[in-house]
């Protein structure tokens, strides 16, 4: 059985783009079941209203609060079988009851070799270090920022003379290959979460 993805934006929804694309293999271990945005305004919606994927909109300003938010989000998201959620680009913090009723099912990438450089600006701070390999991290969600155990990584190298556009450019093709291969680990099994660390199978 394909597992039920539903996925979360709030701009472009390139990631989502990568995970809608490896969702139209049949052999791939989900299938993408919902686009939720919290903006009506999120390009991504009609990316992905053209592949044929059912969207939502949940407006945060249209809620009291954050737990009122993430509860109208996930009457949704259950509503659809949701069985794994996938931040796309997703620029909203979601509270931590909504972290933990989704824990070992949510995943989230970030553009840095976690745990390095956390947080905005990733790209930046690697360049900063002076690092020579940066790169990506599929991680579990948990309720501190960029902090899950890691489920899959991707480096790639900096270059001479690369600024932040530069090294974001292929940090972002590497996330597009990466994120897939991360969520068919969990998928399928071979990535879960237990007593707060990922432990893999084959």
């Not at 209203?49 to 969207?55: D, K, R």
């Not at 109208?72 to 620029?91: H, Y």
């Not at 979601?94 to 995943?107: A, C, K, P, T």
Request: aromatic share 4%; glycine share 10%; net charge neutral.
């Amino acid at each position: 059985m394909r597992r039920r993805v539903g996925l979360l934006i709030s701009g472009r929804g390139s990631n989502m783009m990568s995970l809608i694309a490896a969702a139209k293999d049949p052999s791939f271990p989900a299938e993408i079941g919902l686009v939720l945005s919290n903006r009506h305004d999120a390009p991504g919606l009609g990316r992905a209203s053209e592949a044929g994927i059912p969207t939502a909109i949940v407006d945060h300003r249209a809620h009291g609060d954050r737990a009122a938010f993430d509860a109208a989000m996930e009457a949704l998201l259950v509503g659809e079988g949701i069985e794994i959620v996938c931040l796309a680009g997703f620029m909203r913090i979601l509270s931590d009851g909504f972290v933990s009723r989704w824990e070992g099912r949510m995943l989230n990438i970030h553009p840095s070799l976690l745990p390095l450089f956390k947080g905005l600006h990733p790209h930046r701070q690697a360049l900063r270090a002076g690092v020579r390999v940066h790169g990506c991290t599929v991680h579990f969600v948990v309720p501190e920022l960029d902090s899950g155990p890691i489920v899959a990584q991707a480096a790639v190298p900096v270059l001479a003379g690369d600024d932040e556009d530069s090294l974001a450019a292929r940090v972002l093709e590497a996330e597009h290959v990466l994120y897939p291969d991360g969520l068919s680990l969990v998928a399928t099994g071979r990535a879960r979460l237990i007593d707060g660390r990922t432990v893999f199978s084959a």
